[in-house]
Every structure is written in structure tokens, then in C-alpha cells.
């Protein structure tokens, strides 16, 4: 017996298997400019925290070495494929169905472990706003340990399951999404209401004892680095959000599958990849000067 599910992925109508000559170069270009800014800026950040600054290397910052490996996975697998997709629609009308087989098993395992990672970091945030005494030591243990073992575990089981059922897992897409962005957000909400709670008991604190403590600088440290984390969960969710909408519409595309505007709403959600080390650079003063040291010893090499 045939599977039905898999069928809709590698055999679409002859009408479907072309894309319109600006679209298709410009789809090219663009996703071609992501895979090389993005494959280079993840390997920025990857290079940054394990090699190049010891400032960076704390489990915070292990989660988004972990993140951008996901993102590497977009930026050398995914971007690449859409890019071979698009050149055989557009040049020579071919569906494509071996290279979009191997894009839905790549992209499904790349999202899911981008989304749980947002997630694990947003627990990881919480855990440093709500206990930082205990943060540290929670992490070292066994946190971080246990939040890569569940983000790598569930990517690969949901993304083996997602060929063989693909119309029963459009739903769990939508409950993923739906269980997690619940976390993000009970997460943030936390930390705003603890950050608001603390500067609200400081203004009642005699100003002889409000002095600079290490305490309160790690602590200033750890919200802007929240703030941080949340910039990234906010441009994460404008770029997939519409994906999720027009192309796994409670179960059902609302756009034609591979069609322009579902290539595009695809684009827009791989670029992504290749956004998060510019806002770490935006934000984060060590990874700018960690990226700075790095390029430079690359010029220094050529």
C-alpha cells in the first residue's frame, strides 16, 4: 500500500512544478546571500564562545552555541535545497521531489529544535531573574544537560515522524508551537513582573544602601541578557509565523504547497537563521568584540 502522505510530498501536478522567472531568480538570490551571511554568522558565534572569549563561556551562552548549530542546519542544508528547488521549477519546470523530500525531513528537524531551544533558553532566563544564587549551580548539575538531551531528542523523533505522517503531524505542529510559545511567554512574564517587583522594592531602600553590589550588576547583567533573548523570540516569531499559518492551517495549506507565496513565507522563515548573531552583536558587547578579534585574525591569515 502506498503511503498517501508521502505522496503529497514528492508528486505534485505538472502546473505546480514551475515558478514565474523573477520570482524564481530572486528567490535564488536571496536565499544564496542567507546560506553564506548565516553559515558565516553562526560559525561567529559557535568560534566566540568556545574558543575565542572565556567571558563567554557559561551554560547561557552553550544553549546559543547549541541554537546556532540548529541554525547551521538551515543555513547549509535548508537554504541550499530551496535554492536547487527553485532553479529546477523555474529553468526546467521539474518538481523537484527528491530535493523537497530531503528539505521537509531537514526543515521540520531544524525548526522543532530552534523552537524547544527558544524555549529551553527562556527557561534558562527565568532560572537567572527568579533564583540566580541557585541558577549557576542548577545549570552546571544537570540543567543544561538535561535541556540539550530533550531539544536534540524530540527534533529527531518529531522530524522522523513528520515523512510518514505528514497530514497527522500539520496538527502537532500547531500544538508544538502552542506548548511552547505558553512557556516563552509564562517565562517572560515572570521575569518582567520579578524586575519590576525589585526595582519597585529599591525605591523604598534608604539610598545608603543602595550601592553598586556585585550582586546588583549581575543581576542588571542577567535582564539585559533576558531582554536580549526575547528580541530573538520576537523576530523569530515574525519570521515563521506566517509559514505556520498559510502552509499547516489546522491541518490544510492555504496557499498552493511550493507555489510563490509558499516559497516565499518559506524564505522569510529560513532567514531567520542568519539574523540572530547580528542582534547578539546589537546587544551583547562581548560577542562584539569576540566577531571583531575573529575577523581580524581571518584578514590577518589572507
Not at 10 to 19: I, K, R, V, Y
Not at 75 to 91: D, H, Q, S, W, Y
Not at 228 to 250: D, K, M, Q, R, S
Not at 276 to 297: E, G, P, T
Request: with cysteine.
Amino acid at each position: 500500500m502506498k503511503n498517501n502522505s508521502l505522496e503529497d510530498i514528492t508528486n505534485l501536478s505538472a502546473s505546480d512544478c514551475s515558478l514565474p522567472l523573477a520570482h524564481g531568480i530572486s528567490l535564488m538570490a536571496v536565499n544564496s546571500v542567507g546560506a553564506v551571511v548565516g553559515t558565516f554568522g553562526n560559525f561567529l558565534v559557535c568560534t566566540a564562545v568556545l574558543y575565542t572569549s572565556p567571558r563567554l563561556r557559561r551554560c547561557s551562552n552553550y544553549l546559543l552555541v547549541s541554537l546556532a548549530i540548529a541554525d547551521l542546519i538551515v543555513t547549509m542544508v535548508c537554504e541550499p535545497l530551496v535554492v536547487g528547488i527553485a532553479t529546477k521549477k523555474t529553468f526546467f519546470n521539474d518538481c523537484a521531489s527528491n530535493l523537497r523530500l530531503a528539505y521537509v525531513v531537514a526543515s521540520n528537524f531544524s525548526c522543532a529544535a530552534s523552537v524547544l531551544h527558544l524555549a529551553a533558553i527562556s527557561v534558562d532566563r527565568f532560572l537567572a531573574v527568579i533564583v540566580p544564587l541557585r541558577h549557576g549551580h542548577i545549570m552546571k548539575s544537570y540543567g543544561l544537560k538535561v535541556m540539550l538531551i530533550v531539544v536534540w531528542g524530540a527534533s529527531t523523533v518529531f522530524a522522523s515522524l513528520r515523512v510518514p505522517f505528514v497530514k497527522v503531524t500539520n496538527y502537532v505542529v500547531f500544538v508544538m508551537f502552542i506548548i511552547n510559545y505558553f512557556l516563552i511567554i509564562g517565562c517572560y512574564l515572570s521575569i518582567t513582573i520579578s524586575v519590576f517587583l525589585l526595582r519597585r522594592r529599591k525605591r523604598h531602600v534608604p539610598a545608603s544602601t543602595q550601592g553598586r553590589t556585585l550582586t546588583s550588576v549581575r543581576s542588571k547583567v542577567e535582564r539585559r541578557f533576558a531582554f536580549t533573548l526575547a528580541i530573538v523570540i520576537g523576530v523569530f516569531t515574525a519570521c515563521w509565523v506566517p509559514l505556520i499559518v498559510v502552509g499547516y492551517h489546522v491541518g490544510k495549506s492555504l496557499v498552493k504547497l511550493y507555489g510563490t507565496a509558499y516559497m516565499w513565507a518559506t524564505t522569510l522563515a529560513l532567514l531567520n537563521s542568519a539574523m540572530n548573531f547580528l542582534i547578539y552583536s546589537a546587544r551583547i558587547r562581548d560577542f562584539r568584540d569576540s566577531y571583531a578579534r575573529i575577523c581580524r585574525k581571518i584578514l590577518r591569515c589572507n
